[in-house]
C-alpha cells in the first residue's frame, strides 16, 4: 500500500497560480499512473488530469486544459499540478491517485486525503 500526502493548496484570486504537491511514500509509484482528481462544494469528484509511470503522456479535463500542468519526478515519488489562471470553478478539494490510469476514479487503487483550493472572484 502507498501513502500519499497532497500539499499547496490555498486561497487565491483568479487568475493566480498554486502549484500542488503529492509526495507518495510506503512503495514506489514509478511504475504506476498518477492522476489528480477534484471535488467541489456539493459536487461529484471529478477527473483533472493524468500522467504515465514514464511522464510522456499525460491527459486533462477539457476544463483544466490549457491552464493546468501535471509532471513527476519518479526519483522523488512525487507528482505536481501547476494550476495557472485560476478560476473560481476550479475551487474544490483536490485529491492525488495512483494506479492504472484513465479518467475514472475505480481505476486508481490509492488515494491521499486532498488539500483545499480556494480561488476567489
Known amino acids: 500500500q502507498v501513502q500519499l500526502i497532497e500539499s499547496g493548496g490555498g486561497l487565491v484570486q483568479a487568475g493566480e497560480s498554486l502549484r500542488l504537491s503529492c509526495a507518495a511514500s510506503?512503495?514506489?509509484?514509478?511504475?504506476?499512473?498518477m492522476a489528480w482528481f477534484r471535488q467541489g462544494p456539493g459536487k461529484e469528484r471529478e477527473f483533472v488530469a493524468r500522467i504515465s509511470s514514464s511522464a510522456r503522456s499525460t491527459d486533462y479535463a477539457n476544463s483544466v486544459k490549457g491552464r493546468f500542468t501535471i509532471s513527476r519526478d519518479n526519483t522523488k515519488g512525487t507528482v505536481f499540478l501547476q494550476m495557472d489562471n485560476l478560476k473560481p470553478d476550479d475551487t474544490a478539494v483536490y485529491f492525488c491517485a495512483v494506479g492504472y490510469g484513465g479518467s475514472s476514479a475505480m481505476t486508481y487503487s490509492d488515494w491521499g486525503r486532498g488539500t483545499q483550493v480556494t480561488v476567489s472572484s
Open positions: 510506503g512503495r514506489t509509484i514509478s511504475g504506476y499512473f
